[in-house]
């Protein structure tokens, strides 16, 4: 073996095996009965049944568990500082939620000192991990000046896999009296310092947030500058967001609550991805989208958990797979497919969200047999151990044979601070 190749891993004993393609097992979720796949470096090199398995130079047992992707995380606001809890106890007690609160922490944030946005990003990224996301995108939008806004774009770069500018997240309280000063300074100087840290610009267009003629000019700004369209769309009412998302192409509509027949119908005719963040209608006590309705039309769906700190905050992509099933109108497939293909979809990645040959080694194990105990076992904690680009991670201790494949890796990505080895002698 190559001292600077890493050793190829086998996985066997696989109860059930998700690969989401088609191609290799049963179904949408390429489902495989006692499988096995094995890793070689950062990839998946071979995915089929255990009795036909290649030699590896490693071998673990599965155990007759389940093996999922890592989920894919389309949607997040990790970039702040600051605490929300007086205006979500606030609105459990009656006070309906408003685009407003943002600027609640776009004050701590614009305070707050480049470590501590480091610290916080970094914790909420390991928090998702431990939790079996090991594709994860995130936002600025919580600075709203020039030099803040590029350097959440900074602090979002060196944590996390995708990086979104959204500049337009709220008029500041600064420019209350000059919306469109605000949107000139989004599509100018701001998207200058800005355009190079991100691959993608958002634009919250929504009853008081920015209105279609806005979220237009900074959308076709940004694109000028190469940046791929995102909307936050029809979340609180309806509204021009979606029909404005499939027309500029963007990648994804997010919340996709309030829609008319022509919006589901665009959204099923083109390309762009209804990502819906039950999360947030949970915490904000507001209606679900209807995923049943969009599925049934033939657009894709996709689901993520929305954290940040004032609508959703949480980061369990399994939690929103409960809701979407019991609120939503999902299947269990349905749920799961949309948490890690379907955001792999909204994303524009292919190399995620799946597991087959050539697709990134990002494997979840569940302390269950199938996939469908994420939905039918809400709220408890069945991600057993995950692999993210082949490199092993286990953030909450829960041994099993062959236990020593998984350690803990305690940063995102390539960045190791230490290899924990289990006290109980696992490895």
């Known amino acids: 073996m190559d001292s600077h190749h890493p050793p190829s891993t086998l996985v066997t004993n696989i109860g059930s095996l998700v690969t989401n393609d088609p191609v290799l097992g049963e179904g949408p979720l390429g489902l495989l009965t006692d499988a096995a796949l094995l890793i070689d470096g950062t990839d998946i090199a071979w995915v089929g049944p255990a009795a036909h398995a290649p030699a590896a130079d490693e071998q673990v047992d599965a155990g007759g568990r389940a093996v ?14 600051g605490d929300r809890t007086a205006e979500f106890n606030a609105r459990m007690s009656g006070r309906p939620y408003s685009a407003g609160g943002i600027q609640t922490t ?5 305070a707050a000192p480049d470590g501590h946005l480091h610290a916080t990003v970094e914790r909420h990224v390991r928090e998702a991990l431990r939790q079996g996301t090991t594709t994860l995108e995130t936002k600025s939008g919580y600075g709203l000046t020039v030099h803040d806004e590029a350097r959440a ?25 000059d919306p469109g000063g605000y949107v000139d300074l989004v599509t100018g100087p701001m998207l200058d310092a800005c355009a190079p840290h991100a691959r993608w610009a958002d634009v919250f267009c929504e009853q008081g947030a920015f209105d279609g003629d806005q979220a237009r000019a900074v959308l076709t700004a940004a694109a000028a500058r190469g940046l791929v369209p995102r909307v936050h769309a029809n979340q609180l009412t309806y509204g021009p967001g979606v029909q404005l998302a499939v027309e ?4 994804s509509a997010d919340h996709c609550t309030y829609l008319t027949d022509a919006d589901v119908d665009a959204l099923a005719q083109g390309e762009t991805v209804a990502t819906l963040l039950p999360g ?12 049943r309705r969009l599925i049934d039309a033939g657009a894709t769906v996709a689901l993520s958990p929305n954290c940040n700190p004032g609508s959703s905050y949480t980061s369990s992509m399994a939690f929103c ?4 099933v019991r609120e939503m109108r999902m299947t269990p497939d349905e749920a799961l497919w949309a948490a890690t293909a379907g955001g792999a979809r909204a994303l524009r990645r292919t190399d995620v969200g799946r597991l ?16 469908v105990h994420l939905a039918y076992r809400p709220g408890v904690p069945l ?13 909450v201790h829960n041994c099993w044979a062959g236990a020593s494949f998984w350690r803990t890796w305690t940063r995102w990505g390539d960045r190791r601070d230490e290899l924990r080895v289990c006290p109980a002698g696992c490895g």
Do not use: Q, W
């Open 68 to 81: 999922i992707p890592g989920f894919v995380d389309s949607h997040s606001h990790l970039v702040f500082a």
């Open 106 to 110: 776009v004050d701590a944030t614009r």
């Open 153 to 177: 774009l900074s602090v979002a770069a060196a944590h996390t896999d995708e990086v979104t500018y959204l500049g337009a997240h709220l008029v500041p309280s600064e420019f209350a009296d």
């Open 248 to 251: 500029l192409e963007a990648a």
């Open 280 to 291: 947030s209608d949970f915490s904000t006590r507001s209606p679900y989208p209807d995923a």
């Open 321 to 324: 797979i409960a809701l979407a």
């Open 356 to 371: 087959s040959p050539g697709a990134r080694a990002d494997l979840v194990v569940l302390d269950a047999p199938s996939h």
């Open 383 to 395: 991600v057993s151990a995950v692999r993210r680009a082949g490199r092993r991670y286990e953030g």
